[in-house]
């Protein structure tokens, strides 16, 4: 079992809590590279959630599915960025729901406190 204790002022919102929480669950993992040193920066980036916790990346029916957690009590707007052009919400047997827009690889997606959404790109 591990424990960590993060003294901080104010509540466990100013404290920042959720996103140390999730820093010092997932370790960083380095690995070294095999490209040449001399490649050029990527010009190509994965997918970016700001707004909501990402608690779930899978393979699904073609599609990336992504699941999205607003840990606050108050309402959140989810940006999500990536290489896709659609987007649809999913209940969680993964039956289809609203179509969310998109626009240049971003959706924005407003979730009620603590709401727990999943949406499959592509």
Do not use: C, K, N
Request: aromatic residues 4%; neutral net charge; proline residues 7%.
């Amino acid at each position: 079992m591990q424990l960590a204790v993060l003294p901080h002022a104010g509540d466990w919102r100013a404290g920042a809590l959720l996103s140390a929480a999730e820093l010092y669950r997932h370790p960083l993992h380095a690995t070294l590279g095999t490209g040449p040193l001399d490649a050029p920066p990527a010009s190509h980036f994965g997918l970016s959630v700001d707004g909501a916790a990402l608690s779930s990346v899978r393979r699904r029916e073609g599609a990336l599915e992504v699941r999205l957690v607003a840990q606050s009590p108050e309402a959140a707007t989810a940006v999500v960025r990536g290489s896709f052009t659609s987007a649809r919400r999913v209940d969680l047997l993964g039956r289809p729901g609203e179509t969310v827009p998109v626009t240049d690889g971003e959706l924005r997606l407003t979730l009620r406190p603590w709401e727990i959404a999943t949406l499959r790109l592509a």
